[in-house]
């Protein structure tokens, strides 16, 4: 049995800023842009990728969700407490410099992890994390 990733989902309070960041900065390919119910869905990927998908959702995509949830939802999301996603790249730095040039929040500038990896972290528009990471050589 193989299992694969095939899609993640990443909450966003503004799509068109979101894009701006996920599109024209981090260079993600838009394959879908759904609305429905008064909610929307952007679906990215990378080009190298063609298989795996990073879906742009509300806080809280459920037309059925209470108010106060949705409320509570938009609440982490500002605060940063919603998870983000981890992105590989060949090189860190050129992309540090790109994306921290392009005026993202810098969380945390190139670093040598204790764990193998050599990442940096920015906020993306919506506040979640956004890592950049290459497995360490040797």
């Known amino acids: 049995m193989d299992i694969s990733l095939s899609q993640c989902f990443i909450a966003v309070d503004d799509h068109d800023r979101a894009l701006a960041f996920y599109r024209d900065v981090l260079g993600l390919e838009v394959r879908n842009d759904v609305g429905y119910e008064g909610m929307r869905w952007v679906t ?54 790109h994306v921290r040039a392009a005026g993202a929040e810098v969380l945390q500038e190139p670093v040598d992890q204790p ?24």
């Open 115 to 138: 764990y193998g990896v050599r990442d940096c972290a920015f906020r993306d528009p919506a506040g979640n994390m956004v890592r950049l990471h290459r497995p360490r050589k040797g």
């Open 44 to 97: 990215l990927g990378s080009p190298a990728q063609p298989d795996v998908d990073i879906v742009l959702e509300p806080p809280l995509a459920d037309p059925n969700a209470s108010a106060a949830d949705k409320q509570a939802m938009a609440d982490l999301l500002a605060k940063g407490h919603l998870r983000g996603v981890i992105l590989a790249t060949d090189d860190v730095d050129a992309a540090f410099e």
